[in-house]
């Protein structure tokens, strides 16, 4: 089976958008944005190792404690196909880097179903 992908949305209010606010969202730290990821999933069981995945690093926040600024897993909304994150925007580079392990656990986390027959 293929891994599963995720593959970042640019965000639409952007796309256009001239040098200024771009100058813009690199000063101001406390402007949010959402974040979109896109989600390349096989099967329901694919969605139940995301969930999976999810949860563990939740519990693993719980007990060691979020560093300052940090972002949670718990923050952002997740629909069948489609992460949504909204972030300040010096969280960004940690939300990618979140995301990016979220997807790496989840596919040991299906391989580890799919070992046991589930």
Known sequence: MKPIKVVEIADASFAGSD?????ALRIDPSRRITL???L???SSGDLEAL???RRAMIREERTRGLE???P???DPGFLTSEIR???LTSQVAWCRQKVSELIERTNRAREAMRSLGL
Do not use: C, G, N, T
């Open 19 to 23: 040098d200024r606010d771009a100058v």
């Open 36 to 38: 979109r990821f896109q």
């Open 40 to 42: 390349k999933l096989a």
């Open 51 to 53: 969930r999976y995945a």
């Open 68 to 70: 300052w600024d940090e």
């Open 72 to 74: 949670s897993m718990e």
């Open 85 to 87: 994150w909204f972030v």
